[in-house]
């Protein structure tokens, strides 16, 4: 999809229709000449702000650094692109500013192209590390930010004297024609994606990373296109912008495949979650029958039970073990020293050894000794 979506400008220059120069009629409308580069950055603009507002949305989430990474840095090139758009309907009579527009576009892509392969180079150092906390995360994440920002401002200060700088560089005042600066963003773009961008999806896996990938036919075909153009507002210039718009709809794309992605996993494990609920319900309410049927069984034939866990030093009797000890009912957690207490003197050091060299030897036992109930009554019990 994305690769159509690219030879769409390519089929443009040949027939010359949908980006087209000059003036265009367009459903029976005249339309200026910077009409169609006024659509794709408006679009392009939308999508790189949505997108970073997505990131920084996603990282209160899931506090992954990845996505919002790429994020801030959509965003602070939507807020060049916001500038250029106003110089682009900027109307000054008689001043040709199409040199303004080439030199800001390369400033623009200079920008994002240096901060995809220093963001990827950093985070590739990040995550190189051991898991980071929240706090670190968000830490990190501040001064990306921060960084971001201060290039942003360099650049829109650089912006602001375009007039100065391309009138005492010759060289930046034929930005338009094909030369080494319009191939500058090419050749980092170049480096990241040879060099950077298969270590970052070796790490991570995820459907954004994917389309990060297919991101890059547009970058690159759009800054072409761009070295390409000959005036402004001619096909190859509208093209560029319509890729442009295309590179940031892609990350756009992935964000959102990410989310739902995200929330089918989510809704996965709680379906899963709730199977096994239910699978502890059903063995919870079968033990509770069980133990049911255990306690009428033992009533009926007088016989009690009991358990010792052995580290905890704890006791738990049966209902009926807690009435031929002569209580009523489970009304106390019975101990060592309980246990002993009901038991005829005489006959606790028996009973004390015969559980020792079980609980050593780890075997049964079996001894008879006499028990004395609360209300003085002696009665004779096989253990």
Known sequence: MVMLLCIAPLLSVILSILFGSSYKNVLLFNVSANFYTNIWTSFGIAAALFTGVLAMVDFNIRKELT?????????????????????????????????????????????????????????????????????????????TALICVLAGSTCVLIISNTDTILQRKLVLDKIAQIDLFSFLPLIFLFVWAAFFLPKFMLRFHGIFSKLLILSIAPLFLAQLFMALSAEV?????????????????????????????????????????????????????????????????????????????????????????????????????????????????????????????????????????????????KRYVLN
């Not at 106003?86 to 199409?98: A, F, R, W």
């Not at 002569?326 to 559980?355: C, R």
């Open 67 to 143: 996505i919002t990474l790429f994020g801030i840095t959509l965003f602070i090139s939507a807020i060049l692109d916001v500038y250029y758009l106003l110089i682009l309907n900027e109307n000054v009579v008689g001043k040709d500013i199409s040199g303004n527009l080439y030199f800001i576009w390369w400033i623009n892509r200079m920008f994002y192209s240096l901060t995809l392969l220093i963001g990827t180079m950093v985070y590739l150092k990040i995550k190189a590390k051991n898991s980071r906390t929240p706090q670190q995360k968000n830490k990190i994440i501040r001064r």
């Open 233 to 377: 507002f001619d096909t190859y210039y509208n093209a560029a912008h319509y890729l442009r718009f295309i590179s940031y709809l892609v990350p756009l794309t992935g964000i959102l495949l990410n989310y739902v992605d995200t929330v089918r996993n989510e809704q996965r494990i709680i379906a899963k979650l709730d199977i096994e609920v239910k699978e502890k319900q059903m063995l919870t309410a079968n033990l509770i029958e069980r133990e049911g049927l255990l306690a009428n069984a033992e009533k009926i034939s007088k016989l009690g039970s009991w358990e010792l866990d052995i580290k905890a030093n704890a006791y738990k009797w049966s209902d009926e073990l807690y009435r031929i000890y002569g209580f009523k009912g489970n009304t106390f957690q019975p101990t060592h020293a309980i246990a002993q207490q009901v038991v005829v003197p005489e006959y606790n050091k028996k009973l004390t050894k015969e559980l020792s060299n079980a609980v050593k030897n780890k075997t049964t036992f079996a001894v008879e000794y006499q028990i004395i109930q609360p209300n003085g009554e």
